[in-house]
């Protein structure tokens, strides 16, 4: 009897919905109103394989477009004793990628920022780590060098309508509102400023052996159910929430840590008026990408040793000591970091060898919206920010190497959706 009015008490007082735990039924079971199908056969060359060059490729408007993929394959040079990469060098081939969807303005992020965002939406850490490891393996022998699968990279081009994540609300995004093809520019990079060479008869490859964009598509299997063919989309407007927030092109910012402390000070410019959901900030250097020793470590990031954030004065975000490494552990899936390979020569060229180090490298994400995990793969959750209009950003903090050179990147996440009408998607923020 006791247990019975302890039951009914806590049944009576707590809120919530009445989800039957032992039978299936509409309150804890889902199925799909149409039936889709979903294939990865599209495939198109990029049209020039050169270090710096640009290739633009389509999506012809017609179902949902889902999940982007890159391969790229370096050729194999006459030695490769003098030639190195670190892992994830498919990644850093890629200097910037532009996306324009329908008829709609042409965007872009660059390459560390979609590596970086991959990297962050991934729901535990063996599938970082195995995302980074297939976007290069490291080449660091001439046996490395004459093995193709080690030459090939798959890189995931993290577009606002896709996700690497499982959960997280990643639906296809439905060309069939559209009139004109989605458009994707990828840019190499220079090759030189990734790949090491240390001298000794081996010339820096200039020229991709191949490089393929691989598009997933998932098909209604009654073409009647598309919304394109059940309403006038030239009289109508589609809302589609995009399943992560909207990321604009990364904002560089070069300074100098202070000589006896470490420390700097910026002020951040360059974010779009919006909903500021996050902020994720990486700190580099550009001697890792264009030292005079040859040696390349594009995928190297510095953790500061203290961090503050402040929007008009007022601060967000605070830590002393590095304390924000265990915060933004407990506040995500798994923390902002990946354990990357750092490469160095040992010896004298020719007759020294490369090696490669282990490290952990670290990327910082400021957190302005309270943290919300979905439920249901389908499921998108609006959270909200803090308005920012003509708002003055500030960055303050030290860093672990006195009198150094390094380069805050920053990038701003704001909420957004597209809102799809005339044969075009156009961004609402």
């Not at 050169?50 to 030695?79: D, H, K, M, Q, W």
């Not at 598309?226 to 809302?239: E, G, N, W």
Request: proline share 5%; net charge negative.
């Amino acid at each position: 009897m006791q247990a019975e009015i302890a039951l009914n008490v806590q049944q009576s007082i707590r809120p919530g919905e009445c989800i039957d735990t032992y039978y299936a039924g509409k309150e804890n079971s889902l199925k799909q109103c149409h039936a889709t199908v979903e294939d990865n056969r599209f495939f198109q060359g990029l049209q020039s394989l050169g270090t710096g060059s640009s290739s633009t490729v389509t999506f012809n408007p017609t179902e949902g477009l889902a999940e982007v993929i890159v391969t790229l394959t370096l050729p194999a040079p006459a030695t490769g004793v003098s030639l190195a990469t670190a892992p994830g060098w498919g990644y850093s081939l890629i200097r910037r990628i532009g996306y324009r969807y329908g008829s709609s303005q042409l965007y872009y992020i660059n390459g560390s920022q979609n590596l970086i965002q991959t990297l962050s939406l991934c729901e535990d850490s063996g599938k970082k780590q195995q995302m980074l490891f297939l976007g290069g393996q490291a080449l660091l022998s001439p046996a490395d060098w004459a093995d193709v699968t080690k030459r090939t990279a798959y890189v995931y081009l993290r577009l606002p309508h896709s996700s690497p994540a499982l959960s997280g609300g990643a639906l296809p995004f439905p060309t069939d509102v559209l009139t004109a093809p989605v458009q994707l520019q990828l840019d190499l990079a220079d090759f030189g400023s990734v790949i090491s060479n240390v001298g000794g008869g081996d010339a820096t490859p200039t020229q991709l052996s191949s490089g393929t964009v691989n598009f997933t598509q998932v098909t209604m299997q009654d073409s009647q159910d598309l919304i394109a063919r059940r309403f006038d989309m030239s009289k109508h407007a589609l809302t589609i929430p995009l399943p992560e927030s909207w990321t604009q092109e990364s904002v560089q910012f070069p300074f100098t840590s202070g000589s006896t402390d470490g420390t700097f000070s910026l002020a951040l410019t360059g974010c779009k008026a919006g909903d500021l959901k996050m902020l994720r900030v990486f700190f580099t250097k550009a001697s890792d990408t264009a030292g005079v020793a040859g040696i390349r470590n594009p995928v190297r990031y510095y953790a500061p040793t203290n961090i503050q954030f402040a929007i008009n004065g007022l601060i967000y975000m605070a830590s002393n000591s590095a304390s924000y490494l265990l915060n933004q552990v407990i506040r995500r899936r798994t923390p902002p970091s990946v354990t990357a390979g750092v490469v160095s020569y040992v010896g004298v060229a020719p007759a020294g060898a490369f090696a490669i180090d282990a490290v952990a490298q670290s990327w910082l994400e400021i957190n302005l919206a309270q943290p919300y995990t979905v439920a249901k793969t389908s499921e998108v959750a609006l959270l909200h920010g803090v308005p920012v209009m003509n708002s003055v950003l500030s960055l303050s903090g030290s860093m672990p190497d006195l009198n150094a050179q390094y380069i805050c990147n920053v990038e701003y996440d704001l909420n957004c959706s597209w809102m799809a009408s005339r044969g075009s998607a156009e961004f609402v923020f």
